[in-house]
């Protein structure tokens, strides 16, 4: 009698390229517009940002769903999390405290950089670099966000949510063609 063993870790990454592509396309596309978005309006891109972010962290649990079982997947869990609730937080709280939307912002961007690095060093993936590039663009623009939070502007904030986005998308698409065919 054969016994069915699962695939290795490297090998569900080749099997799910074509998934990981087609959102991190989607996130290419969230960045993208809320990149145009923040610099048309400076008040409502905050509003804005908030099903922005929403969506990207539904997407992010698809990506978890996709993801090999184990530490990689709560590390993806995590960041849709960490996602859903900055973007509940943004729709509750636009305008109202604005030093309190800035400094939860940078702190939500740079966990999230560490976040993605962390998934960066356990993944097993050849394209596991470009996981950790987004993470260190995640951490130092949560750090320039620290830097200027006394008087940042709600459409520079607005951007660095944006630009994190883009390279989300960025690291998720460059990861897939990296996995779509055998070393």
Same mark, same amino acid.
């Given at each position: 009698?054969?016994?069915?063993?699962?695939?290795?870790?490297?090998?569900?990454?080749?099997?799910?390229?074509?998934?990981?592509?087609?959102?991190?396309?989607?996130?290419?596309?969230?960045?993208?517009?809320?990149? @145009?978005? +923040?610099?048309?309006?400076?008040?409502? +891109?905050?509003?804005?940002?908030?099903?922005?972010?929403?969506? +990207?962290?539904?997407?992010?649990?698809?990506?978890?769903?996709?993801?090999?079982?184990?530490?990689?997947?709560?590390?993806?869990? @995590?960041?849709?999390?960490?996602?859903?609730?900055?973007?509940?937080?943004?729709?509750?709280?636009?305008?109202?405290?604005?030093?309190?939307?800035?400094?939860?912002?940078?702190?939500?961007?740079?966990?999230?950089?560490?976040?993605?690095?962390?998934?960066?060093?356990?993944?097993?993936?050849?394209?596991?670099?470009?996981?950790?590039?987004?993470?260190?663009? +995640?951490?130092?623009?949560?750090?320039?966000?620290?830097?200027?939070?006394?008087?940042?502007?709600?459409?520079?904030?607005?951007?660095?949510?944006?630009?994190?986005?883009?390279?989300?998308?960025?690291?998720?698409?460059?990861?897939?063609?990296?996995?779509?065919?055998?070393?």
């Amino acid at each position: 009698m054969s016994t069915v063993t699962a695939p290795p870790p490297l090998a569900h990454h080749r099997a799910a390229w074509k998934w990981s592509l087609a959102l991190g396309g989607c996130l290419l596309a969230l960045g993208l517009a809320g990149i @145009t978005i +923040s610099t048309l309006m400076e008040l409502t +891109s905050v509003l804005v940002f908030g099903p922005l972010l929403l969506v +990207s962290s539904l997407i992010q649990l698809l990506i978890a769903f996709f993801a090999v079982p184990g530490k990689e997947t709560r590390l993806h869990f @995590t960041a849709a999390g960490l996602e859903a609730l900055l973007g509940f937080y943004l729709m509750m709280n636009p305008l109202h405290r604005l030093v309190g939307v800035v400094i939860v912002v940078g702190l939500f961007l740079v966990v999230g950089g560490l976040v993605r690095l962390a998934r960066s060093m356990v993944s097993k993936s050849r394209g596991r670099g470009w996981i950790a590039l987004a993470g260190v663009v +995640s951490l130092l623009l949560g750090l320039s966000v620290w830097a200027g939070w006394p008087d940042a502007r709600l459409w520079f904030v607005g951007l660095c949510i944006a630009v994190d986005i883009l390279c989300h998308g960025l690291s998720w698409s460059a990861l897939a063609l990296a996995e779509r065919s055998p070393p």
